[in-house]
């Protein structure tokens, strides 16, 4: 059987973090599928090439700020006259713990980009989706959302704050017409594990390439869930994790 399109041609996309690694794949992936583009970044260079490339329009984007993401939406707007999809995928390391190592900048700036950048994203973009008639938001959190990770407190935090800001939010906005979902890859070829990316491969942990989370993310994009959070796990087919039900008064 043919999978669904995750797009349709002229469909209007914003993509936060899109000038590198999962966000610039899958803007490649849905221009080649007939969508128009928008790519936010802070990375001005970067993010211009991808734009280029994909036919599409840059914007300068810190997510962490309220302003640039409305920004970046109006962007939107005024390119192209609506939006209908919005991926929040801007992502930081954290990197250190809560004991002497403890950064308080460097934890506002991950606490800022991962968890506010996705708050700040959905309100922003909301209005917009309502206007054109429903849409979808997707926001990539990580399995560092769904499990533990004791060697990173700080980015396991705001990924599960994502988690759950994407369950709670999915069967609110349903009946309004806009799908919420979440992305949650494992460890990928991207920057964000640059730093311990030798350390993974000695450990011999197999190492997400981008393309296949693209392809969990437009499988994603083509379903019709919302309120999900799919696994993209090496060796396994991606679909929404089943969550258990906590335990409820007696």
Known sequence: MTPPPA????????????????????ARRLAAEGARLIIADVDDAAGKAVADEVGGAYVHCDVSSLDDNRAAVAAAL???GRLDIAFLNAGV??????????????YRRAMGVNLDGVVFGVHAALPALLASGGGAIVATASM?????????????????A??????????????????????????????IIATG???????????????DVV??????LASEGTGECWFVVP????????????????
């Open 235 to 250: 060796g396994r087919e991606s679909e929404p994790f089943a969550f258990r039900r906590a335990p409820g008064p007696r």
């Open 162 to 191: 994502v988690v759950g800001l994407v369950r709670s939010l999915g069967p609110e906005l349903a009946p309004q017409g806009v799908r919420v979902q979440a992305l949650c890859p494992s460890f990928a070829d991207t920057a």
């Open 144 to 160: 560092a959302g769904i499990v533990g990770i004791p060697s990173d407190p700080v980015y396991a935090a705001n990924k599960h």
């Open 78 to 80: 005024d390119r192209y």
């Open 215 to 220: 392809d969990a993310f437009m499988r994603l």
């Open 7 to 26: 797009v349709t041609p002229g469909q209007v996309v914003l993509i936060t973090g899109g000038g590198n690694g999962i966000g610039a794949g899958v």
């Open 93 to 106: 390391a954290s990197g250190f713990g809560l004991g002497d190592d403890f950064d308080l900048a460097r």
């Open 197 to 211: 990316k030798s350390t993974l491969e000695a450990m011999g942990f197999p190492i997400l390439a981008v393309s």
